[in-house]
């Protein structure tokens, strides 16, 4: 059993910041992680990538959060940080931690983490 553990969402004025952790754990036999990262999906919208990194250090980002956002990897607790400045109205919407593991390449999603901007 795959566990994601999201953290850090939350309501924050535009302008603002917010930092997300995730945190991936499993009940029983070996896991180890090829890919971490962030989606999220707003109101009437599809799902989209927000970031990604890989065990190796690749780092991709959505077009929309470039410069603004910053992942980060932790493999030795096997968790990932997304740090969000410069949040707009925009940004508004449920975030969802995403792990790709490795050897099966099977992806596992977290609940999802509220995150509203707005005044």
């Known amino acids: 059993q795959v566990q994601l553990v999201e953290s850090g969402g939350g309501l924050v004025q535009p302008g603002g910041s917010l930092r997300l952790s995730c945190t991936a754990s499993?009940?029983?036999?070996?896991?180890?992680?090829?890919?971490m990262g962030w989606y999220r999906q707003a109101p009437g919208k599809q799902r989209e990538l927000v970031a990604t990194?890989?065990?190796?250090?690749?780092?991709t980002y959505g077009n929309s959060v470039k410069g603004r956002f910053t992942i980060s990897r932790d493999n030795a607790r096997d968790t990932v940080d997304l740090q969000m400045n410069s949040l707009k109205p925009e940004d508004t919407a449920v975030y969802y931690c995403?792990?790709?593991?490795?050897?099966?390449?099977?992806?596992?999603w977290g609940q999802g983490t509220q995150v509203t901007v707005s005044s």
């Open positions: 499993v009940s029983r036999g070996r896991f180890s992680i090829y890919a």
């Open positions: 990194a890989t065990s190796a250090g690749n780092i």
């Open positions: 995403h792990v790709v593991r490795a050897w099966t390449f099977n992806d596992y």
